[in-house]
């Protein structure tokens, strides 16, 4: 059952988000050569914490950790570890919190120093997707018009769209209705109505679409270990329209990038 939410709740999940975003931007002056995953999660939790938050994935179906951290070949789910990223890394870093009772849920893939530019076009291509999908988010439409627009624009760039893995509705479950596949069809799927939230979140293979599951019940690889990335955004439908409650404005302002990227999607809260 979709759990639509009120402005009011809308206004404390865009204050959960601002948080993971906030975290998202730390970390992305900490990203470089010779940083662990396991030292970014830290600086995270403490973070979350400093704002009043609660890390939303520590503990959550048992992970240990603050922070999704999936570098080069893995999808998503890499649990933080102590070796050091390396020159010409990706890393795709995922990170939840709870705050107002609200969920959270934010991704970007970060690039480590310099990297091959073959992998930085799947992740600007994947962010394009990301946006594409947003933009589709509004009354009127329903879920398999995001899917539909993400696979088009990931699949005619010659990338595999990852199947076993989707975005979802978020608010006071980090997981609600409706799933949202980054691959569907066009006018398929639930209706999007007013007070819709959910968690958009291409996950793109530079080779085959196919991934393995590991052992340790988390990691996820790509299956001939291509490399992946994966942006996430949380997007709320108000007056019909697609929000973000999250932003990547403060991982461009810790990089010195300029970006209008978000303009057309921009929330305005209620309280200012
Ligand atoms: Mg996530
Ligand atoms: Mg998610």
């Given at each position: 059952?979709?759990?639509?939410?009120?402005?009011?709740?809308?206004?404390l999940?865009?204050?959960?988000s601002?948080?993971?975003?906030?975290?998202?931007?730390?970390?992305?002056?900490?990203?470089?050569p010779g940083?662990?995953?396991?030292?970014?999660?830290?600086?995270?939790?403490?973070?979350?914490?400093?704002?009043?938050?609660?890390?939303?994935?520590?503990?959550?179906y048992?992970?240990?950790?603050?922070?999704?951290?999936?570098?080069?070949?893995?999808?998503?789910?890499?649990?933080?570890?102590?070796?050091?990223?390396?020159?010409?890394?990706?890393?795709?870093?995922?990170?939840?919190?709870?705050?107002?009772?609200f969920?959270?849920?934010?991704?970007?893939?970060?690039?480590?120093?310099?990297?091959?530019?073959?992998?930085?076009?799947?992740?600007?291509?994947?962010?394009?997707?990301?946006y594409?999908?947003?933009?589709?988010?509004?009354?009127?439409?329903?879920?398999?018009?995001?899917s539909?627009?993400?696979q088009?624009?990931?699949?005619?760039?010659?990338?595999?769209?990852?199947?076993?893995?989707?975005?979802?509705?978020?608010?006071?479950?980090?997981?609600?209705?409706?799933?949202?596949?980054?691959?569907?069809?066009?006018?398929?799927?639930?209706?999007?109505?007013?007070?819709?939230?959910?968690?958009?979140?291409?996950?793109?293979?530079?080779?085959?679409?196919?991934?393995?599951f590991?052992?340790?019940?988390?990691?996820?690889?790509?299956?001939?270990?291509?490399?992946?990335?994966?942006?996430?955004?949380?997007?709320?439908?108000?007056?019909?329209?697609?929000?973000l409650?999250?932003t990547?404005?403060?991982?461009?302002?810790?990089?010195g990038?300029?970006?209008?990227?978000?303009?057309?999607?921009?929330?305005?809260?209620?309280?200012?």
């Amino acid at each position: 059952m979709i759990k639509l939410k009120t402005r009011e709740d809308i206004e404390l999940m865009y204050e959960s988000s601002q948080i993971v975003s906030k975290t998202l931007g730390m970390l992305a002056k900490e990203i470089k050569p010779g940083v662990t995953s396991l030292h970014l999660d830290k600086l995270a939790e403490e973070f979350i914490r400093d704002h009043d938050a609660v890390p939303g994935f520590l503990g959550m179906y048992d992970f240990p950790n603050t922070l999704n951290m999936s570098p080069n070949e893995q999808v998503v789910h890499g649990i933080p570890n102590n070796k050091p990223l390396q020159e010409g890394d990706i890393i795709s870093v995922d990170c939840g919190a709870i705050k107002n009772g609200f969920f959270s849920d934010h991704a970007y893939t970060f690039s480590v120093g310099e990297i091959d530019p073959a992998v930085a076009k799947m992740m600007e291509i994947t962010k394009e997707s990301l946006y594409a999908g947003i933009r589709k988010c509004k009354v009127g439409n329903r879920i398999g018009d995001i899917s539909f627009a993400i696979q088009l624009i990931c699949e005619n760039a010659g990338y595999g769209v990852v199947r076993e893995l989707v975005g979802h509705g978020l608010g006071r479950d980090l997981h609600e209705d409706p799933q949202v596949p980054n691959y569907g069809r066009k006018g398929k799927g639930p209706r999007i109505e007013e007070g819709l939230t959910v968690a958009i979140e291409p996950m793109i293979n530079l080779g085959t679409y196919k991934v393995k599951f590991h052992n340790d019940g988390w990691t996820v690889t790509t299956y001939d270990n291509k490399p992946s990335c994966h942006f996430e955004h949380d997007v709320a439908v108000v007056d019909g329209q697609p929000r973000l409650l999250s932003t990547y404005g403060y991982i461009y302002e810790a990089l010195g990038i300029t970006s209008h990227e978000e303009d057309e999607f921009l929330y305005h809260s209620i309280r200012s």
